[in-house]
């Protein structure tokens, strides 16, 4: 025990006092901060600028519909011929020109709409416009055929299928479109631990070998303790990162947004804000939604699986990782052996990007979600939909088995391994280590 | 005397190759003992299995009556052909924690590691990362850690690799030292003159086997063939050889002489003796030079060796 001790400080201290890891830990956030920073400003800034649109209608059934707004103005041109008005257009710096042409028959008007411009539109400005004309020549159209517009109007209705299980859960489909968010995020992040730290633990296998100190520590120390020190301390040296990242990453954010007067969070596109804004109604339906689902989520189910799983899966990968390490002399060798440690993973989260979402509790989530490669990430994603715990007792058994496994098969490897130098073996000579 | 390393019947198979048969060795307690043997010959494998690196498939090793156990491993202190430190690691960070890991206090550690440090001169480099050090430097940082721990049993492989003579000698003498003050110490080398030099025991191995062990001395005697180098001084050297050629099995030496001497390797069969030689030999000349001719370690390594083969 104490020897392991020493080995998780000895990793510990030195990658945590590691001028590079240092550098990565100080500078990501910043880099991450100021990105968010300088898209939000683009924003604005684009938000800000005032288009100014012309319209020729010479059908004379739209006109009434370009209203100024604060972003976009429309100058509408009467009287003049389709070649004059894109002369004046582009003499003058406005956007682009809406040709609307004369045609009788509505559904030919329809067909005959064109946006010329120096360069292409943007797809908004367009969308926006389709949207209006679409509104307005619907509107037109139903009158033409003898509907009372506002009745129509007046019966839409909206509708949001409430959802409750046998034991009185309730629940929605905003509901799980926000469980789905939990489920990704903690899937996602799991995946990036194992991608991140998993190599740093790889490396740190690879320099003991290079450096050619392997023989001296082992003659101490035993190869398990050896592999099982350095996956702790690189761990933690992890954890203290992903902390000072989420905590300088939140000061500095709060900092920027403070300088700079920009609500980053909040860098979407404004018209859709005011949008919110105007339809009251539906922001606190949102609102309450959000809140409702939070309500619904088992939370601290969630947060205990998420302790226990992410350290179940981490700890699987990491000492694959570790037993690549040990197999190889140098980073070049390692390619053949990732690609099987990086399969299982990526599919995890496919499976649990286009599985679950479908169907959380459906064939294939639940055997993916017991499968010990794929089940932290599949499983951490199903949580929120509600998983009996005894599947998840059952997941965590069979996670904790293959664990336990592949430690054995990785110090297996382990210990043969970093005693070979200079050859890279293939997987035929692998499982004749195990023999050894 | 006793012995402070047994191994018995030790055996060892990679796959289908056998890296030892059967070996089987004693240490004496305070000797240097060379472990010897051409390169492939299974003494690395030995040395590990040894050190707990490895474990044996069949037969024991005890050290000091007791099998080998987890508690050895402070009892051992060992440097290996394949050595080196973390790079980007403190010299005393480093030393520190190695020290530790065989089990000294951390102030123990410091306490030792002064003594030695200042012993070799080398205090200055406490605060030094290794790899701004030369390789003999970092040598000598190592052999600091394999000794700090005042190991019962030492085991040194190839020690002397990428030190300068000087500070070869110097650890050289530390090795006596540590022998002189009760460790033992077990030597795996290919320079034969170090093994002169230095070794009470040998073993050697070729080829997974143990071919002979014992004393030096022993050793030397039985493989010494009754041959005598001799320098005589003579007016007719070719009549003298004839004469020579026909009483003995004669070929010719070479060795340094001031005189233009007749310089003869004289083989004796069992039962002549020296005297009778330098008798027979006084009478037909005057003898300036005459020694018995010892087989080197560096012989008996050759010789075992491309008879096994």
Known sequence: MNHLSLIIKREYLTKVKNKSFIVMTILSPVIMIALIAVIAYLTNLNNEKVRTISVLDESGLVKEIFQNTAQTHYDVLDNVSLAVAKEIVSSTSNYGLLHIEKINSLNEVSKHIKFYSEESPSLSVISDLERKLEKKLTHLKLKEAGLNVAQIKASKVRINIGQENFTGQESSKIDSVIKLVFGCAAGYLLFMFIIIYGNMIMRSVIEEKTSRIIEVIISSVKPVQLMLGKIIGTSLAGITQFVIWVVFGGVLMTIVSLVLGINLMEATPQQEVVAMATQGSDAMFYFESFKQALNHMPLINLIVAFVFFFIGGYLLYSSLYAAIGAAVDNETDTQQFMLPILMPLILAVYIGIFTVIEDPHGTVSTVFSYIPLTSPVVMLMRI??????WQQLLALLILIGSFMFTVWFAAKIYRVGILMYGKKPSYKELIKWLKY | ?????????????????????????????????????????????????????????????????????????????????????????????????????????????????????????????????????????????????????????????????????????????????????????????????????????????????????????????????????????????????????????????????????????????????????IAFLNNQAYINHFVEVIPSANDIFIQTVQNNS
């Open chain 2, 1 to 277: 005397m006793s012995n402070l390393l047994e191994v018995n019947q030790v055996s060892k198979s990679f796959g289908d190759y056998k890296a030892l048969n059967n070996v089987s060795l004693n240490v004496p307690k305070g000797s240097i003992f060379g472990l010897l043997g051409p390169n492939g010959a299974g003494k690395t494998t030995l040395i590990r299995i040894i050190n707990q690196i490895t474990m044996p498939d069949a037969g024991i090793v005890h050290l000091d009556g007791v099998p080998l156990n987890a508690s050895h491993i402070k009892d051992i202190g060992y440097l290996p052909e394949e050595r080196g430190l973390y790079k980007s690691m403190k010299v005393g960070e480093q030393a520190l924690y190695l020290a530790q890991l065989k089990g000294l206090s951390k102030t123990e550690a410091k306490k030792r590691l002064k003594y030695w440090f200042d012993r070799l001169e080398i205090g200055d480099w406490w605060n030094k990362k290794i790899q701004e050090l030369s390789k003999g430097m970092a040598q000598k940082i190592q052999f600091v850690v394999t000794v700090l721990h005042n190991p019962k049993l030492l085991i040194f492989d190839e020690p002397f690799s990428g030190f300068d003579p000087i500070n070869a000698n110097l650890i050289k003498d530390e090795i006596l030292n540590l022998r002189d003050n009760g460790a033992t110490v077990i030597f795996s080398t290919h320079r034969m003159e170090s093994v002169e030099e230095l070794c009470d025991d040998i073993a050697l191995i070729n080829k997974s086997n143990k071919l002979i062990e014992g004393k030096l001395i022993d050793i030397k005697r039985q493989y010494k063939t009754n041959t005598f180098e001799v320098g005589l001084e003579a007016e007719n050297k070719e009549k003298l050889q004839a004469v020579l050629a026909d009483k003995f099995s004669i070929s010719s030496a070479n060795f340094k002489s001031l005189n233009n001497d007749l310089k003869l390797n004289i083989k004796l069969s069992e039962n002549e003796k020296a005297q009778d030689l």
């Open chain 1, 384 to 389: 929120p939909f509600g998983v009996p715990i």
